[in-house]
């Protein structure tokens, strides 16, 4: 079983930006799809973007399209997040899991698991 481990949130003024990481331990992504979701206060979580492990193809929410890029590292067996032109409503709890699941579409909390313990990200006006 794959362990995960956010790292990388913090307080940034709107406009600003962050590189999250998750790194995994245990064994490696090998193929696995890898997603990134996050969770603001009161609301469900969301799917953010999603990498494939062996050929990089990568995808975004509407949301984030064009702000934030995900990106992979091989040798550190590390996923990143690059979040620029943040936004207020970018504040949430960042969380990176594994696709467990060929049942749902790579874009549902369903598809995923061994979720991290996620990394905050506040955004502030």
């Known amino acids: 079983q794959v362990q995960l481990v956010e790292s990388g949130g913090g307080l940034v003024q709107a406009g600003g930006s962050l590189r999250l990481s998750c790194v995994a331990s245990?064994?490696?992504?090998?193929?696995?799809?890898v997603g990134w979701f996050r969770q603001a206060p009161g609301k469900e979580r969301e799917f953010v973007s999603g990498i494939t492990w062996n050929n990089g193809y990568t995808y975004y929410a509407d949301s984030v399209k064009g702000r934030f890029t995900i990106s992979r590292d091989n040798a550190k067996n590390t996923v990143y997040l690059q979040m620029n032109s943040l936004k207020p409503e970018d504040t949430a709890i960042y969380y990176c899991?594994?696709?467990?699941?060929?049942?749902?579409?790579?874009?549902?909390?369903?598809?995923?698991?061994?979720w991290g313990q996620g990394t905050q990200v506040t955004v502030s006006s």
């Open positions: 245990g064994r490696t992504f090998s193929s696995q799809t």
């Open positions: 899991a594994v696709q467990t699941s060929s049942v749902y579409l790579p874009r549902f909390t369903q598809a995923f698991g061994s």
